[in-house]
C-alpha cells in the first residue's frame, strides 16, 4: 500500500548567525528524515517584529515538500533541528534565534491541538511568511479561508 503524501509548507527564518547556511542545513536534515521534493524560496529580509528592541533584522525564507508521517511528527523534526542549530529549546518568546521553523500548511488540513495549529495561527497576517510562500506555491490554499497565498497578499 502505498502512503499518502502530504504536501507541506515551512517558514523558515532566523535573526543570529548565518542564516542561510543555517537554512541549508535545515533542509538537508528535513530530508534525510523523510521530507521529499523538497522546493526552497529566495531568501527574504525583515526587520524584527514584536521582538526585544534592537533585534537584528531577519532572514526569512519558505519550503514546500512532501510529508508521509502526522503533522506533530514534523513539528518535532522542526523542534530538534531547532535546537541543533543552536536554539535553546527554552526560549523567551520571539527572543533572536539562529533558526524558527513554522509549519505553515499541512495538505488541506486543520489542526487545533495544545501545543500545534496548522494553518499556522499568524502565518496570513504575516506578509514575511506569505512572501516567500508565494515565491514558490502562490496557488496553495488556506484551508481555513479557502483563499490562496497571492490572493492573502493581494488583500493587503
Given at each position: 500500500?502505498?502512503?499518502?503524501?502530504?504536501?507541506?509548507?515551512?517558514?523558515?527564518?532566523?535573526?543570529?548567525?548565518?542564516?542561510?547556511?543555517?537554512f541549508?542545513?535545515?533542509?538537508?536534515?528535513?530530508?534525510?528524515?523523510?521530507?521529499?521534493?523538497?522546493?526552497?524560496?529566495?531568501?527574504f529580509?525583515?526587520?524584527?517584529?514584536?521582538?526585544?528592541?534592537?533585534?537584528?533584522?531577519?532572514?526569512?525564507?519558505?519550503?514546500?515538500?512532501?510529508?508521509?508521517?502526522?503533522?506533530?511528527?514534523?513539528?518535532?523534526?522542526?523542534?530538534?533541528?531547532?535546537?541543533?542549530?543552536?536554539?535553546?529549546?527554552?526560549?523567551?518568546?520571539?527572543?533572536?534565534?539562529?533558526?524558527?521553523?513554522?509549519?505553515?500548511?499541512?495538505?488541506?488540513?486543520i489542526?487545533?491541538?495544545?501545543?500545534?495549529q496548522?494553518p499556522?495561527?499568524?502565518?496570513?497576517?504575516r506578509?514575511?511568511?506569505?512572501?516567500?510562500?508565494?515565491?514558490?506555491?502562490?496557488?496553495?490554499?488556506?484551508?481555513?479561508?479557502?483563499?490562496?497565498?497571492?490572493?492573502?497578499?493581494?488583500?493587503?
Open positions: 500500500m502505498k502512503t499518502k503524501l502530504n504536501k507541506i509548507a515551512i517558514a523558515l527564518g532566523g535573526n543570529i548567525g548565518d542564516s542561510q547556511a543555517v541549508t542545513s535545515a533542509i538537508s536534515k528535513l530530508s534525510k528524515n523523510g521530507l521529499k521534493n523538497i522546493k526552497m524560496s529566495a531568501l529580509y525583515s526587520k524584527a517584529e514584536s521582538c526585544p528592541p534592537d533585534s537584528p533584522d531577519f532572514t526569512n525564507a519558505a519550503l514546500i515538500g512532501e510529508w508521509a508521517g502526522t503533522a506533530e511528527k514534523l513539528l518535532k523534526l522542526c523542534q530538534k533541528i531547532e535546537i541543533s542549530a543552536g536554539r535553546p529549546e527554552k526560549h523567551a518568546f520571539n527572543a533572536p534565534r539562529t533558526l524558527d521553523l513554522d509549519i505553515i500548511l499541512f495538505g488541506n488540513k489542526i487545533k491541538t495544545s501545543n500545534l496548522i499556522h495561527p499568524r502565518a496570513a497576517s506578509l514575511f511568511v506569505l512572501k516567500p510562500l508565494a515565491d514558490i506555491a502562490p496557488e496553495w490554499i488556506f484551508p481555513d479561508t479557502a483563499e490562496s497565498v497571492r490572493q492573502i497578499i493581494d488583500a493587503h
